[in-house]
């Protein structure tokens, strides 16, 4: 157990609609990192947010939104959904030091999307 | 950008032998982190290194900055261990950038 939860952890939908994937980070961690996760692209960086601010963004599609709430719980929004958003979502939290890339993240067990 | 390749992208081993899986990258980085994603899709950290050699029971990662290359081993390979392997590097936002995976299967 990494101590990074994710909820739901499956979800079906239908393309055209809006979902929220939650994450809870580490206790102690102030970085949330997003990361997708389909067959074809395999993992990619999303967006990260530190102690509440967004720190970096990836190849975050402009339908999709994050945030990150004063208790540090962060939420990744997806909209107007398409087929090819199917995908394994994943947070991860590290650092308590402020050194992206050089901590060790860890993964929350993943939220499935399933867009029909 | 940084390019992270693997390989082999896939591996069948029998039970007790010793595997190394192979990364790549192509810009210098601060530190390589190898991670495990078991076939239910959880991703578990493995190591995080950024010179010389990291032992966990019968995992071995080593890496050597210069040549921008790193290896992970298995020593004494169980069924267990099936796995994607997973190579990433740290790319200039902070994020980490991943390679392709390698997929370990190993037989009884």
């Known amino acids: ?12 939908t239908a393309t055209g609609q809006r979902v929220t994937l939650r994450c809870s980070p580490r206790s102690g961690d102030l970085s949330v990192y997003w990361y997708q996760q ?8 999303l967006i990260q947010y530190y102690n509440g601010e967004e720190r970096a963004k990836g190849n975050i599609l402009e339908r999709f939104s994050a945030q990150q709430f004063p208790d540090l719980h962060s939420e990744l929004n997806l909209s ?18 402020q050194r992206p890339g050089e901590e060790t ?12 | ?47 995080m290194l950024s010179s010389g050699k990291k032992k966990h029971g019968r995992l071995i990662a080593t890496i050597n900055i ?28 902070g994020n980490l950038i991943f390679g392709k995976g390698t997929k370990l299967s190993v037989k009884p």
């Not at chain 1, 199917?86 to 650092?95: I, K, M, N, Q």
């Not at chain 2, 010793?18 to 076939?39: D, E, K, M, R």
């Open chain 1, 1 to 12: 157990d990494s101590g990074v939860t994710q909820t739901p952890k499956h979800l079906i």
């Open chain 1, 38 to 45: 389909s067959l074809d692209q395999g993992l990619q960086f």
């Open chain 1, 80 to 97: 107007s959904l398409e087929l090819g958003d199917s995908a394994l979502y994943f947070c991860a939290s590290s650092g308590r030091f």
């Open chain 1, 105 to 116: 993240q860890y993964f929350g067990p993943g939220t499935r999307l399933l867009v029909l």
């Open chain 2, 1 to 47: 950008k940084n390019e992270v390749e693997q390989s082999p992208q896939n591996l069948t081993a029998q039970e007790g032998e010793f595997i190394t899986i192979n990364c790549s990258y192509s810009v210098g980085i601060s530190a390589l982190h190898w991670l495990q994603q078991h076939p239910g899709g959880g991703i578990v950290s493995l190591f």
């Open chain 2, 66 to 93: 210069q040549e921008k290359h790193s290896s992970l081993h298995i020593t004494a390979s169980h069924p267990r261990d099936s796995a994607v392997y997973i190579c990433a590097v740290p790319g200039s936002q």
